[in-house]
């Protein structure tokens, strides 16, 4: 069974830093894509970045770059977002998601709250 | 960066009706379309990927059909558990991926 599990969310304060984790187990972690997708307080869906099955290749939304990193260690089957220079615009429920090239997102996991507020 | 709009952003509808909601993209996206099921607290759930295809395990009242920049997703008899928000998604690329900003299906 896919499984992913995110935890790092937290109350922090603007300008500061957080990093997500994801944990993958249930199949072949290194032979896929993986992304973050956000979604603020009763908003829609935003997507915020993916990484190459072997982390060669990082693509973020505008909003992000320069202050937030994916990065992915598939030894521990996991999935990182860095997070710098946090706004009160960054409060949202952190998911990852699998990426497959046919199936977009396919599966996703419950999420992790981050507020940045002071 | 390609945008995708929905229609319409609320939909009010009662069981047993047929409902179609729409989604158009700013320039031709292929058929790289999804539409997802998301109910309050839980995950974004897949149920079509590819424009048409029916992810495994979903009911086949529900269908996607478009290709280009206009898609619709049909639910031909609305269950109780299909009340939720749905978002379209496409996928064209690895490098820019973005979502419609949902359609709010409602008990009528």
């Known amino acids: 069974e896919v499984q992913l599990v995110e935890s790092g969310g937290g109350l922090v304060q603007p300008g500061g830093s957080l990093r997500l984790s994801c944990a993958a187990s249930?199949?072949?972690?290194?032979?896929?894509?993986m992304s973050w997708v956000r979604q603020a307080p009763g908003k829609g869906l935003e997507w915020v970045a993916n990484i190459k099955q072997d982390g060669s290749e990082k693509y973020y939304v505008d909003s992000v770059k320069g202050r937030f990193t994916i990065s992915r260690d598939n030894a521990k089957n996991s999935l990182y977002l860095q997070m710098n220079s946090l706004r009160a615009e960054d409060t949202a429920v952190y998911y990852c998601?699998?990426?497959?090239?046919?199936?977009?997102?396919?599966?996703w996991g419950q999420g992790t709250l981050v507020t940045v507020s002071s | 960066d390609i945008q995708m709009t929905q229609s319409p952003s609320t939909l009010s509808a009662s069981v047993g009706d047929r409902v179609t909601i729409t989604c158009r993209a700013s320039?031709?996206?292929?058929?790289?379309l999804a539409w997802y099921q998301q109910k309050p607290g839980k995950a974004p759930k897949l149920l079509i990927y590819k424009a048409s295809s029916l992810e495994s395990g979903v009911p086949s009242r529900f269908s996607g059909s478009g290709s280009g920049t206009e898609f619709t997703l049909t639910i031909s008899s609305l269950q109780p558990d299909d009340f939720a928000t749905y978002y379209c998604?496409?996928?064209?690329?690895?490098?820019?991926?973005?979502f419609g900003q949902g359609t709010k299906l409602e008990i009528k």
């Open positions: 249930g199949f072949t972690f290194s032979s896929y894509w």
């Open positions: 998601a699998r990426g497959d090239y046919l199936r977009a997102f396919d599966y």
């Open positions: 998604q496409q996928y064209n690329s690895y490098f820019s991926v973005t």
């Open positions: 320039q031709s996206i292929s058929s790289w």
